[in-house]
């Protein structure tokens, strides 16, 4: 919907667009949404892009984005302050696709990510400490790069990546383009900073495209210039062994930043993880000798019966006696109490 304008002597038709903006943040504010359900409202090949009003509603706890073939989502989830539930099932994004403004959401609880094209969770993930939730399946080449990158060195976890080409790469650099750099790269929350001008904000959502932050040091790069890629895996995350994270580092310097820690990190929780099963074994291994003992190899038998079983067993392991010889049937003879139990069997270890 466009705001449609005549001159005085309407010959002139003017098609404002800021018009539309102003009333539908205007309509979005007067109803004080708290949930937005906006699953399918773009088809395949449509211009997909989501209106920023949508995001300057700060009520809003609930969104839901399904099935729109959305390639990015845009920065200005940032600004929703009170979000805890955000789906965004059957889209097309990937890693560099969710941008870094999605930390400054502290009360989001709950993030669909099923059926995208992620090969990993975005890193930025591991400093949002609210996220209780974290749906990934179905996504292109998740659990293949998953087996890929565990069972690589150290040296494959750190991938130089080449700058990708922006139609922004020659804008002008002023003063103003300086300062939002800055505070990208700073990872601040300047979406709820008052001391930031509105206007100012609204620049830094329209250029942060052109950026990729670094995820150790304070630096927004252009995209246009070559960085690292850095996989991590945290064990456990959410309940769940084994989970692949994606950074992104300006130097190699800060891709070791990321991934010796994490490694030392995830090499100490999985020797954790392994003495927890091995107490484990042993408490089973207890409980089995103290059920033996006690009621013998199976609740249907009774200790004299397990005795004897036990008793056979190793007659024949020795060679003293033969299986079905003359001997089996004092086992029989032993055996016959259990003849009353119904539609039971026995299992002899």
């Known amino acids: 919907m466009l705001c449609v304008c005549y001159d005085s002597d309407a010959s002139v038709i003017r098609i404002e667009k800021n018009a539309t903006q102003t009333l539908l943040t205007t309509y979005l504010q007067f109803h004080q949404f708290t949930e937005f359900h906006l ?24 969104l839901s984005l399904k099935y729109n073939c959305l390639d990015m989502l845009p920065p200005d989830i940032g600004r929703m302050e009170n979000l805890e539930y955000l789906a965004l099932t059957n889209n097309k994004l990937q890693v560099q696709s969710i941008p870094y403004t999605i930390t400054f959401c502290n009360k989001l609880r709950t993030l669909l990510l099923d059926n995208n094209l992620l090969d990993a969770l975005p890193g930025c993930l591991l400093r949002m400490p609210s996220i209780q939730t974290v749906h990934r399946h179905g996504n292109h080449n998740y659990f293949k790069a998953t087996f890929m990158w565990y069972h690589t060195d150290v040296e494959y976890r750190i991938i130089p ?79 769940n062994s084994c989970v692949p994270f994606q950074h992104w580092a300006c130097s190699i310097d800060c891709a070791k930043a990321i991934e010796v820690p994490a490694r030392r990190e995830q090499i100490s929780a999985a020797r954790q993880l392994d003495s927890r099963y091995e107490e484990y074994v042993q408490e089973c291994h207890r409980a089995f000798e103290h059920h033996k003992q006690s009621r013998g190899l199976c609740g249907c038998m009774s200790p004299q019966t397990t005795e004897i079983i036990v008793e056979r067993v190793t007659m024949e392991d020795t060679g003293e006696v033969t299986p079905n010889s003359d001997n089996e049937s004092d086992v029989s003879s032993s055996t016959t109490t259990m003849s009353h139990v119904p539609n039971r069997r026995c299992v002899i270890l």
Do not use: W
């Not at 088809?43 to 809003?60: H, S």
């Not at 922004?168 to 103003?176: D, F, G, K, M, S």
């Not at 206007?199 to 670094?214: A, G």
């Open 161 to 239: 990546v080449a700058g990708t080409y922006s139609n922004n790469a020659r804008l002008p650099i002023t003063l103003q383009f300086l300062a939002a750099k800055a505070m990208i790269g700073h990872k601040k929350d300047f979406y709820s900073d008052p001391s930031v001008a509105n206007i100012l904000k609204d620049y830094m959502s329209d250029i942060y495209e052109m950026f990729r932050i670094c995820h150790h040091c304070d630096r927004a790069c252009l995209a246009i210039k070559s960085g690292y890629k850095v996989v991590t895996f945290k064990n456990p995350y959410l309940g």
């Open 39 to 62: 699953d399918r409202i773009f088809r395949y090949g449509d211009d997909n892009k989501l209106p920023k009003e949508i995001f300057k509603c700060k009520n809003v706890r609930y």
